[in-house]
């Protein structure tokens, strides 16, 4: 059965960065690419960005562009989301999700997701 | 503000057919097909139909999906409770060079 299994919740102060994990199992790895997701108490979803878990290649939209990487350890399934200079409009649960291969913006399956509160 | 306009909320009794509607623009639900999920409070978000009328797999069929110029519409039909959830739809904006969702819609069955 295929998981999307992710880190634990995390609290941190403005300005810190945070660093999210996703690990994947029940299928091939390099298969499909993933995306992060986010979604602010009470609020909509916003997409973060997507990595290639073969090439290591990524794709972020502008309004995260300098202040969020994504990476991936294919030793382990483990594809990771680090973000910098949180402020408290970052409070938000983060997802990993995969990606449908072919159909843009369709994710069949997702984490559980993580949640990051950044207050001081 | 969303990209993409859903009504806020929408309701139905057991049985009953619902529609929620999707409205874009030309360089988003215009241009690329749209996908749909459901979110029950407190768990991820599902996906129930993509390609703007496709259903994964395990996915009742009484969910169905259209797309006309810039809207789309989920209909659920054969309302169930377990259909309570909130649903949002989501597809890439040319011209945003994103990927935009829809600001959900809360189905509640009364």
């Known amino acids: 059965q295929v998981h999307l299994v992710q880190s634990g919740a995390e609290v941190k102060k403005p300005g810190a960065s945070v660093k999210v994990s996703c690990m994947a199992s029940g299928y091939i790895f390099t298969d499909s690419y993933f995306h992060w997701v986010r979604q602010a108490p009470g609020q909509g979803l916003q997409w973060m960005g997507w990595i290639n878990p073969h090439s290591g290649d990524t794709n972020y939209p502008e309004k995260f562009q300098g202040r969020v990487t994504m990476t991936r350890d294919t030793s382990n399934n483990t594809i990771h989301m680090e973000m910098r200079g949180l402020r408290s409009d970052d409070t938000a649960i983060y997802y990993c999700?995969?990606?449908?291969?072919?159909?843009?913006?369709?994710?069949?399956?997702w984490g559980h997701g993580t949640l990051v509160i950044v207050s001081s | 503000q969303s990209v993409l306009t859903q009504p806020p909320s929408a309701s139905g009794t057991p049985g009953q057919r619902v529609t929620i509607s999707c409205s874009g623009s030309?360089?988003?639900?215009?241009?690329?097909?749209v996908n749909w999920y459901q979110q029950v409070p407190g768990t991820a978000p599902k996906l129930i139909i993509y390609s703007s009328n496709q259903r994964p797999s395990g996915v009742p069929d009484r969910f169905s999906g259209s797309k006309s110029g810039t809207s789309a519409s989920l209909a659920i039909s054969g309302l169930q409770s377990e259909d309570e959830a909130d649903y949002y739809c989501?597809?890439?904006?040319?011209?945003?060079?994103?990927?935009?969702f829809g600001g959900g819609t809360k189905l509640t069955v009364l």
């Open positions: 999700a995969r990606f449908l291969t072919g159909y843009v913006g369709a994710f069949d399956i």
């Open positions: 030309s360089s988003s639900v215009g241009s690329n097909s």
């Open positions: 989501a597809t890439w904006d040319d011209r945003l060079n994103d990927l935009v």
